[in-house]
Nanobody, 128 residues
Framework: VQLQASGGGLVQPGGSLRLSCTAS????????MGWFRQAPGRDHEFVAA????????RYTDSVKGRFTISGDDAKNTVYLQMNSLKPEDTAVYYC??????????????????????WGQGTLVTVSS
């Protein structure tokens, strides 16, 4: 499975970006996805995650009310809509995928070690 992330760039504080992450390589039955970020000199930080069902989401406190994660199963794509961006949101954003059995259809994963597949990262810079 390969993950291709895109949508990063330079944006002014208060602006918006939408990140996309598309999975390819083979047919996936059930999978959960997440977004993590890493700022210079810092560890990977959980940002948002969505269950395989698409009905459960979770966000880190600092992005609640500003970021929205969503998925399109037909396109094997997950999105991260980021609004009201702040300079502290500057980081490389990574998407991640975890294949799951159907009994975990509604489970959200917010720990990097739970994911087996990672995208290459897309840089988001928030600066005036």
């Amino acid at each position: 499975v390969q993950l291709q992330a895109s949508g990063g760039g330079l944006v002014q504080p208060g602006g918006s970006l939408r990140l996309s992450c598309t999975a390819s390589g083979r047919t996936l039955s059930y999978y959960a996805m997440g977004w993590f970020r890493q700022a210079p000199g810092r560890d990977h930080e959980f940002v948002a995650a969505i269950s395989s069902s698409g009905t459960k989401t979770r966000y880190t406190d600092s992005v609640k009310g500003r970021f929205t994660i969503s998925g399109d199963d037909a396109k094997n794509t997950v999105y991260l809509q980021m609004n009201s961006l702040k300079p502290e949101d500057t980081a490389v954003y990574y998407c991640a995928l975890r294949e799951v059995a159907y009994r975990y259809y509604y489970i959200i994963y917010d720990v990097p070690a739970k994911y087996g597949y990672w995208g290459q990262g897309t840089l988001v810079t928030v600066s005036s």
